[in-house]
C-alpha cells in the first residue's frame, strides 16, 4: 500500500475526516475492505466511520485495519449519522446503533449515554434536506461537541462560513467532513493536525483545536454526477 507521509515545518501532520460513508449505508457502495488503503494514499489518518442509522461500520473497519497491522498508522471513530425527528446529527464513539425518529435531545441523550460526541453537520444549509432544523439546533446548542464547518457537499460554501462563525461564537471545536458516498471523496475535507492516532474523546477534540480545517468544495449536481461516474467505473476494476 502506498503510505504518504507529510511533514510541515519538521512535524508529521496528518488529515482527519469525520463524516463519510460506507457500503453499510443504503446509499454508498464503498467496500469497507478498500478504505485502508486510500487513508494511507492520501494522508487521511483518522476517519469517522458515520453511516445512516447504522454503527457497525466503524468496528468492522477497525478489525480490517487490525488484521492487516496498520492500528499504529490509522485510527478509526465509530460514529453513525442518525435521523432524528428534526433532522440529522452525528454521534461519534459510539459502542452500539443509536435508532432513527427519537427526539433530537432524545438522541443527544443516547450519545452522551455511550461516551461519545455530539458533532453538528451541514445544520446551516437550508437546501440540505435532511438538515437538523434550526428550532431543534437552538434547543441543543449548548450540548454540541463539534461543529462542522467545512462540509463538501453543502449548496454553497457560504454555508460552511455561518457554520465557521456559529462555532466560533461558542468557542467549539471545528472539523470538516467529506460526507464521502465515493471511495475517492474520502479525504476532501480535512483538518491537518500532527499526527498521533485517536481513541477517546479527548484525544480527538484536542488534535481538533491544534489542527486547521480545509477541503475541496463541489457543487451538489455536479458531485451526484461524479459519483454516477465514480460507481460505474469501480464495477470494472473488479
Given at each position: 500500500m502506498q503510505n504518504n507521509i507529510v511533514w510541515r515545518g519538521g512535524v508529521q501532520v496528518m488529515r482527519v475526516d469525520l463524516h463519510m460513508h460506507t457500503e453499510v449505508s443504503h446509499d454508498c457502495r464503498t467496500p469497507l475492505r478498500d478504505i485502508p488503503g486510500w487513508m494511507l494514499r492520501t494522508n487521511t489518518r483518522v476517519i469517522a466511520v458515520t453511516d445512516h442509522d447504522q454503527q457497525r461500520g466503524g468496528p468492522e473497519l477497525q478489525a480490517i485495519i487490525r488484521d492487516l497491522g496498520l492500528d499504529d498508522r490509522l485510527s478509526v471513530i465509530p460514529g453513525e449519522e442518525i435521523t432524528t425527528s428534526e433532522g440529522e446529527l452525528i454521534g461519534l464513539f459510539l459502542q452500539?446503533?443509536?435508532?432513527?425518529?427519537?427526539t433530537p435531545e432524545e438522541t443527544v441523550r443516547q450519545i452522551r449515554a455511550q461516551g461519545g460526541l455530539v458533532l453538528l453537520q451541514h445544520g446551516f444549509d437550508p437546501?440540505?434536506?435532511?438538515?437538523?432544523?434550526?428550532?431543534?439546533?437552538?434547543?441543543?446548542?449548548?450540548?454540541?461537541?463539534?461543529?462542522?464547518?467545512?462540509?463538501?457537499?453543502?449548496?454553497?460554501?457560504?454555508?460552511?462560513?455561518?457554520?465557521?462563525?456559529?462555532?466560533r461564537e461558542r468557542n467549539l471545536p471545528m472539523s470538516a467532513g467529506s460526507d464521502a458516498h465515493t471511495l475517492r471523496d474520502i479525504g476532501e475535507a480535512w483538518v491537518e493536525t500532527p499526527f498521533r492516532t485517536i481513541h477517546t474523546p479527548?484525544?480527538?477534540?484536542?488534535?481538533?483545536?491544534?489542527?486547521?480545517?480545509?477541503?475541496?468544495?463541489?457543487?451538489?449536481?455536479?458531485?451526484?454526477?461524479?459519483?454516477?461516474?465514480?460507481?460505474?467505473?469501480?464495477?470494472?476494476?473488479?
Open positions: 452500539e446503533r443509536i435508532p432513527p425518529k427519537l437546501l440540505k434536506r435532511y438538515r437538523l432544523r434550526p428550532e431543534a439546533t437552538d434547543r441543543i446548542a449548548d450540548q454540541v461537541d463539534i461543529v462542522e464547518t467545512f462540509n463538501s457537499r453543502l449548496s454553497r460554501h457560504h454555508w460552511n462560513r455561518v457554520a465557521e462563525n456559529w462555532a479527548a484525544q480527538l477534540i484536542e488534535a481538533l483545536r491544534e489542527g486547521a480545517v480545509a477541503g475541496r468544495w463541489t457543487h451538489p449536481a455536479y458531485a451526484f454526477g461524479q459519483k454516477q461516474w465514480r460507481n460505474f467505473n469501480s464495477q470494472f476494476r473488479r
